[in-house]
Each structure stands twice: as C-alpha cells, then as structure tokens.
C-alpha cells in the first residue's frame, strides 16, 4: 500500500556533500513524523535525524551543524543534506516515516529499502 523510494546515496571523499531524498507513494492519508536512519556493519542502526510534520527537528550528536533534515509535506518526501561528510558517516541510510494509509486509523511504520553512503578518506 505504501513505498517509500530513496534515492542520492554514493561515493564521495570526506569533506564533501552529498543530498539524499525520500518520497512516500500510495493510499496515504497522512504523515507523522519521517525520519533518517544508518546502519555501518557491524553496528546497530541508529537514528541520524527526525522531523515532525510540524517542522520540529533533532539530531543525534555526531551530525550536528553537518546535516539538515526537510520535507515537504505536499510532495510525500523528506531530504537530508549531509555536508562535511566523514569516514564515520558511511553507512547504509535508511528512511523511516509513520504514515496512515486511508484504509486504516492508526499509524503505521515504514522503511526504504536503504541507501548506500560511502566516505572515503
């Protein structure tokens, strides 16, 4: 009933920038929060950034005044600007968004199927 679509991933060197988006398709009556996540392997996934649909945003520590997280409601999708990106950022990038589709009350959880983001040194 509902995909979400991920796309921007790749290779950069450290310092640069890369932008990725995320856009949410099918019977979707509306959407709570939407948010970022990455898995390094071996590590557990962990949240990189979060929005409300009010705009309200937060971030994990070690991405602080690198990254910035958006939406835009009437487009379904969320971006996340990566800027000054390092080694320790790669990872596969994961979005994430509480949704209610039409044919149902409560919300439930989505995933993309991932992106790849490799920094190299």
């Known amino acids: 009933q509902v995909q979400l679509v991920e796309s921007g991933g790749g290779l950069v060197q450290a310092g640069g920038s890369l932008r990725l988006s995320c856009a949410a398709s099918?019977?979707?009556?509306?959407?709570?929060?939407m948010g970022w996540y990455r898995q390094a392997p071996g590590k557990q996934r962990e949240l990189v950034a979060a929005i409300t649909s009010g705009g309200s945003t937060n971030y994990v520590d070690s991405v602080k005044g690198r990254f910035t997280i958006s939406r835009d409601n009437a487009k379904n999708t969320v971006y996340l600007q990566m800027n000054s990106l390092k080694p320790e950022d790669t990872a596969v990038y994961y979005c994430?968004?509480?949704?209610?589709?039409?044919?149902?009350?409560?919300?439930?959880?989505?995933w993309g199927q991932g992106t790849q983001v490799t920094v190299s040194s």
């Open positions: 994430n968004a509480v949704i209610i589709v039409t044919t149902q009350r409560f919300p439930y959880n989505y």
């Open positions: 099918g019977s979707i009556s509306s959407i709570n929060g």
